[in-house]
Structures are given as structure tokens and as C-alpha cells.
């Protein structure tokens, strides 16, 4: 199951929520602030092509960001 990448419009509280695909676009509440502003940013399961395993490790380019 993909992980989804949300942040809170509200309070900026970004969080990962591993949610079905049929799951992922409903409405989420942020868990700081109980706000149901949270957005989902990209599915971290399918952002990153891998196409050089030989270097495999941390890809913080891949990332999203920034969340602030
Ligand atoms: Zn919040």
C-alpha cells in the first residue's frame, strides 16, 4: 500500500499516512490540530524513479519539499 505525503494548511504539520489508493484523495484530518485542511503532497512510493540501483540509499532530491 503507497504512503501519502500530506501537510496541514493550518498549523504546517507535515505527516505520512499509509492509505489505500482508493483512500487517498478523502478527507484527512491533521493530526496537530484536528484541522481537515491537510493536502496531499505526492505519493513517496512512486516519486522517486530508481534508475541506478548501484547508488541506492538516501535521495533527498526525490523529496518534495520544502514543506515550510
Ligand atoms: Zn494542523
Given at each position: 500500500?503507497?504512503?501519502?505525503?500530506?501537510?496541514c494548511?493550518e498549523c504546517?504539520?507535515?505527516?505520512?499516512m499509509?492509505?489505500?489508493?482508493?483512500?487517498?484523495?478523502?478527507?484527512?484530518?491533521?493530526p496537530?490540530?484536528?484541522?481537515?485542511?491537510?493536502?496531499?503532497?505526492?505519493?513517496?512510493?512512486?516519486?522517486?524513479?530508481?534508475?541506478?540501483?548501484?547508488?541506492?540509499?538516501?535521495?533527498?532530491?526525490?523529496?518534495?519539499?520544502?514543506?515550510?
Amino acid at each position: 500500500m503507497p504512503i501519502y505525503e500530506y501537510r496541514c494548511d493550518e498549523c504546517g504539520h507535515a505527516f505520512e499516512m499509509i492509505r489505500s489508493v482508493s483512500q487517498s484523495d478523502q478527507e484527512l484530518h491533521c493530526p496537530i490540530c484536528k484541522s481537515p485542511n491537510a493536502k496531499r503532497l505526492m505519493s513517496v512510493f512512486s516519486s522517486c524513479p530508481t534508475s541506478d540501483s548501484s547508488s541506492a540509499g538516501s535521495a533527498p532530491s526525490c523529496r518534495p519539499g520544502p514543506f515550510t
